[in-house]
């Protein structure tokens, strides 16, 4: 966590590349299982899998408080000893892996520890039933909640006080448990202030009842300071992406164009911070 005067220098920028290398060579004989080839890898470029094995990544928490969808809310969290503001909404994460950074929408899923500030190493990309780390170890009722959660109400373009509502529900779930199965005292669980709104989390939370939905893709980030939630799909970068993914539709075209000839082939080689 930092203060909130802290936040409003904090600046990131993080690219999202898809690189597409094809070569030739492949015989006509192959033109099937080229086909199937492609159209998997393509769907694999426009959404991260969310891989079984910890991932080791760099996290940097560059959330712009001041305009990411988000409210201040008075809570009350004993076990980091601290009572007071806290910012509740959607977090801007940049990972890097490899030297790449992505961009992801995010929320905190560990109200027992503080963001770290800057880039921090240590990291691991890992299922959401994986994080966050102790004293607050998910199981998979608890982390299927929380994408059901997600998968009805969260948007990039939620208001501030739906985004809140979302952050409070998150968190009541993974104190929550960590109190029912993980052996925290109830005296160190989360909570809001008396008087405080939780813009809707309680109904958010009475509505997974009834809610018979898809639930989201989601992927843990967790690692020294704060543990994260994020949807594996990146944030949009503005418009490159999709310019090399028209690029890439074309060149599928063309692939097929020139299997069906038997010509040369180508083929696809919360961030939790004080007030």
Known sequence: ???????ARKKGRARNQLTISMILGQKPSVKQT?????????TAALAANVNADPIPVTVNDVTDWGTTPNEVVNANL????????????INTLSVTLNGTSTTYSGFCIDPFHWSASGPTSGYSEVPLVDA???????NAATATDIEDLWAKYYSPTMSSSSAAGLQIAIWELVSSNAVANDGLSASKAFSLATGQSDYGASQDLASLATYTGPAANLMG???PGQDYVVDPQPVPDGGGTFILLALTLSALVYVRIAMDKNAPQLQKASAFRRK
Request: charged share 15%; proline share 8%.
């Open 1 to 7: 966590m930092e203060d909130l005067k802290e936040h």
């Open 34 to 42: 080229l086909a199937t080839f492609i159209g998997c890898t393509l």
């Open 78 to 89: 004993p076990y980091l000893g601290y009572t007071g503001g806290v910012y509740a909404g």
């Open 132 to 138: 966050p780390k102790s004293p607050a170890a998910l």
């Open 221 to 223: 980030l967790t690692g």
